[in-house]
């Protein structure tokens, strides 16, 4: 099994930040990535950002470019999302999830894990 414990959502006025942190835990063997999704009601859940962990490769969605930054520590198993000059339409319930071969009575399998979620508000 993987746990993922996220912290750092909440409150904020719009150009302000927040940085997001997310913890993996469990029967890892090894991860490929992990990254941040977030989906507000009513819609689908969306990727955010997501960092390989080996060799550290980025991906971002097209509007947090230049404004998020993705980081991890690949010996403490963790993965930051700083966010900067948050706007309202930030506004969302954030996911970290983590894509890790774990370690199982049998061979070990490919899972896509998923946090709890952490509210992020964006507001004047």
């Known amino acids: 099994q993987v746990q993922l414990v996220e912290s750092g959502g909440g409150s904020v006025q719009p150009g302000k930040s927040l940085t997001l942190s997310c913890a993996a835990s469990?029967?890892?063997?090894?991860?490929?990535?992990m990254g941040w999704h977030r989906q507000t009601p009513g819609k689908e859940r969306e990727l955010v950002a997501s960092i390989a962990w080996s060799g550290g490769n980025t991906v971002y969605a097209d509007f947090v470019k230049g404004r998020f930054i993705i980081s991890s520590d690949t010996a403490k198993k963790t993965v930051q999302l700083q966010m900067n000059s948050l706007k309202p339409e930030d506004t969302a319930v954030y996911y970290c999830n983590v894509v890790s071969k774990i370690i199982g009575p049998g061979r070990p399998q490919v899972m896509n894990t998923w946090g709890q979620g952490t509210q992020v508000t964006v507001s004047s």
């Open positions: 469990g029967n890892i063997l090894s991860i490929f990535n």
